[in-house]
């Protein structure tokens, strides 16, 4: 079964940046819808990015529009999010998901998850 693996987190000063990534083991979800999450500590996880299988469309949490920018290669079979200007509430483990369906921002729908990144921005 393909796997989602993501890396790129770490600890990283108000105002910073990071990308972080997500590698397939194979081709699988190139044709998938791929998403961002993030969960803080204590709280629910919560939709952050997505972007069709083509990179055509891209939807994202409001409050993270203008700072962070999700992306994909197809040929590597990567998905990028590159997060600027960071801030302490953005604060959590950042996960990547695959999902069949169109773009969205439900939890539901992504089927496949990789296991996590960290990212911890201080003030």
């Known amino acids: 079964q393909a796997q989602l693996v993501e890396s790129g987190g770490g600890l990283v000063q108000a105002g910073g940046s990071l990308r972080l990534s997500c590698a397939a083991s194979?081709?699988?979800?190139?044709?998938?819808?791929m998403g961002w999450f993030r969960q803080a500590p204590g709280k629910e996880r919560e939709f952050v990015a997505a972007?069709?299988?083509?990179?055509?469309?891209?939807y994202y949490k409001d409050s993270v529009k203008g700072r962070f920018t999700i992306s994909r290669d197809n040929t590597k079979n990567t998905v990028y999010l590159q997060m600027n200007s960071l801030k302490p509430e953005d604060t959590a483990d950042y996960y990547c998901?695959?999902?069949?369906?169109?773009?969205?921002?439900?939890?539901?729908?992504?089927?496949?998850w990789g296991q996590g990144t960290q990212v911890t921005v201080s003030s």
């Open positions: 972007i069709t299988w083509n990179g055509v469309s891209i």
């Open positions: 194979d081709s699988t979800f190139s044709r998938y819808a």
């Open positions: 998901a695959a999902s069949r369906t169109a773009l969205t921002s439900s939890i539901a729908s992504y089927g496949y």
